[in-house]
């Protein structure tokens, strides 16, 4: 699996872990953590970690983060068990989040997560971006 970003106005990479992670593309406000990959009970630890350190990478300028998981093919159900650790992260920083799921991300989501505490984005905000109006 594969984390990454793009802080503004540098490109970081985190060290190989059993999950990589380079962070995020940031524009005005808003920050993407794109992941690809697979997360199962192996990594589902380093997966936490990565995002997390990519989160606090983020520039405290950026006020919305999106956590991209379309490139994830499987996702075990200990990846959501990750994402309420992010979850926890963000919301002592005051920052909103959400996520947006693949196929995989989704089904694991719709079982494990009843009360909708991971926010799930239905729109990728850079095509979102680009659809608003200058």
């Known amino acids: 699996?594969?984390?990454?970003?793009?802080?503004?106005?540098?490109?970081?990479?985190?060290?190989?872990?059993?999950?990589?992670?380079?962070?995020?593309?940031?524009?005005?406000?808003?920050?993407?953590?794109?992941?690809?990959?697979?997360?199962?009970?192996?990594?589902a630890k380093?997966?936490?970690?990565?995002?997390?350190?990519?989160?606090?990478?983020?520039?405290?300028?950026?006020?919305?983060?999106?956590?991209?998981?379309t490139g994830l093919a499987f996702f075990a159900v200990d990846g959501c068990a990750a994402l309420h650790?992010?979850?926890?992260?963000?919301?002592?920083?005051?920052?909103?989040w959400s996520v947006l799921p693949s196929p995989a991300v989704g089904r694991v989501l719709e079982l494990c997560d009843p009360a909708q505490l991971i926010p799930v984005s239905p729109v990728d905000p850079r095509l979102q971006e680009l659809a608003e109006p200058a």
């Open 85 to 96: 650790a992010v979850n926890a992260l963000v919301m002592r920083l005051g920052v909103v």
């Open 1 to 43: 699996m594969t984390i990454t970003y793009l802080a503004q106005p540098r490109r970081q990479t985190l060290p190989p872990a059993a999950t990589r992670a380079q962070p995020l593309w940031v524009a005005g406000h808003a920050a993407i953590i794109t992941a690809v990959g697979e997360v199962d009970a192996h990594n």
């Open 46 to 69: 380093s997966f936490a970690d990565q995002v997390c350190a990519a989160i606090s990478d983020v520039d405290r300028s950026a006020h919305t983060i999106t956590v991209d998981l």
